[in-house]
Each structure stands twice: as C-alpha cells, then as structure tokens.
C-alpha cells in the first residue's frame, strides 16, 4: 500500500494521468497565479485522485496555488469520514470535515418515488459552495471525467431534449466560486486502474440507493462501452465535438438571430 505522493508518482498510470488533468488545465485556465481551490473529496475513486494529481501539480507549477480538500458529510449511516480523514491526514492536505443534517431534510422534503440524488447534489453543491466561500477558496474543484462528460451529453438529448453537457469551468450560481473539472480529458477506465494501483481507500456515500440511483446514466455507459466495441475512439471523438460546435448547423433559433445580428451589426 502507497502511503506518500512520491510513492503514487511512481505507478505506472500517474503520468498518463497527470498530463491528462496539466492539458485540462492549459486548454480551459482552470488555474491561475494566487488561486486558493477548494476539492471536493466524497471518498470515491475521482475525488481522491483529483486530489493526488492537483497536488502533484501544485508542487510543480510556474505558477502558485493553494489546495484544499472539503469533505461534506451529508448524514448517511455508515458513512465512513474516518477514512476519508485518514487519507487526508496520511497525505498531509490541508482539508475541512463538514457534518450536515442533509439525510433528515432529504427524507422529509423527498416526494414519494423521487430522486434521491437530484435533491442531495443541490444540497451537497450549496454546502461546498458556503463552505468554499468561508475558507476564501475562489475555485471549486470536482471530480467528474471524461465519461461523465459525455453520459451527460447523452442524457440530455435522449431524455431531456437539450444539447448541453458540462463545463471545464464555470461560473457557479451564487456569482462568487468558479467551478472546474480538471478531470475533463480523464478517462473513469484509467481512473478505476490508478485506484487500484494506489489501494485508494474509497468508501461508500450510504445513500439508501446507492448502486441502484440514476439508472439511465448507467443506460447511458453501457451505450458507450457497446458503441466502443465496434468504434474504440468514439469517446475521444464525441468530447472533441464538444469543443468543434458549429452552431449555424443547429436548430436553435436563438443562435440564428444572434448571427444574424452580428452579421447586420
């Protein structure tokens, strides 16, 4: 078991990784000179490697940063925050634990037959997003990767009619946190590869359904993991449209009027 960064930098998928989230971080400016980011750290695979690689990178950078881990405890059972601090302290990140009463307003306010998800993620973003603004952290990191990327993409055309996925970086609702997702050119195989390579203590959110929520995501990776079979590069392909959007050959017509406009102005 790896115990140290220097001992993580050293497995074989580190590098591949870390050139994965220095690119994201190029491309998109998700990291500035004097920037104080916050990390969301749940205990899963994503976050925990989020928060090795931005570490690995601070101590490398041009440029200087500072790095913060936030984990919200959103009051499930079981939920193990003691590992999750174990591993914070064992790698010695400055981080926050955060206790919230999330699960008795969910089980109060949830109508009956609803997600569970939908109202513990608006409550878990308001929690980091107070939390982010107390510790002065300008940025929010989060831990989504390229698959999430485009299962979102997919959701939103086939069940909600919209063409929209994530962003890189973005200005959150309260005009104050910049969210980003440095893990955006991340592959979740690799990621699932480096946890097990660096016996990542992930543990389990406790949610009363967790590994049976957000079934049409899981609809949506086992299309992908289909369609890659017969097309290997299609996810690489489908997040390079996301930045090669032609919108002339789209059918909004909020688009056309823009261009219009522009091309009277």
């Known amino acids: ?3 140290r960064l220097e ?3 050293t497995l074989p998928l580190f590098r591949k990784l870390r050139h994965g989230v220095g690119r994201a971080i190029a491309d998109f400016d998700l990291i500035a000179d004097g920037d104080r980011v916050a990390v969301a750290v749940s205990g899963g695979k994503d976050s925990y490697t989020l928060m090795l690689l931005l570490e690995d990178l601070r101590r490398r950078a041009p440029v200087s940063f500072e790095l913060i881990a936030i984990n919200i405890d959103s009051g499930y059972p079981g939920y193990r925050t003691d590992v999750i601090e174990g591993f914070l302290r064992e790698y010695r990140f400055s981080h926050k634990m955060v206790s919230t009463e999330h699960y008795a307003i969910i089980q109060e306010k949830r109508r009956p037959g609803s997600s569970y998800c939908s109202i513990c993620a608006r409550l878990k973003r308001g929690a980091l997003y107070a ?3 107390e ?3 300008n940025k929010l990191a989060l831990g989504h990767h390229r698959d999430d990327f485009l299962e979102t993409l ?3 055309q086939f069940f909600v009619g919209s063409l929209k996925s994530m962003s890189a970086s973005m200005l959150a609702d309260n005009g104050e946190t910049t969210v980003i997702r440095p893990l955006v050119y991340v592959a979740e195989s690799d990621i699932i590869d480096f946890s097990l390579q660096a016996a990542l203590p992930v543990v389990c959110c406790r949610c009363p359904v967790c590994g049976t929520a957000d079934l049409q995501r899981k609809r949506m990776k ?3 993991r289909t369609l890659e079979k017969d097309i290997p590069h299609i996810k690489n392909s489908m997040l390079k449209a996301l930045s090669n959007v032609h919108p002339r050959h789209l059918l909004d017509s909020s688009l056309r009027r823009d261009d219009m406009t522009l091309g009277n102005g």
Request: aromatic fraction near 0%; include cysteine; proline fraction near 0%.
């Open 1 to 3: 078991m790896t115990h």
């Open 7 to 9: 001992d993580v930098r």
């Open 131 to 133: 939390e982010a603004r």
């Open 135 to 137: 510790l002065g952290c």
């Open 154 to 156: 997919l959701l939103n």
């Open 222 to 224: 086992d299309l992908l």
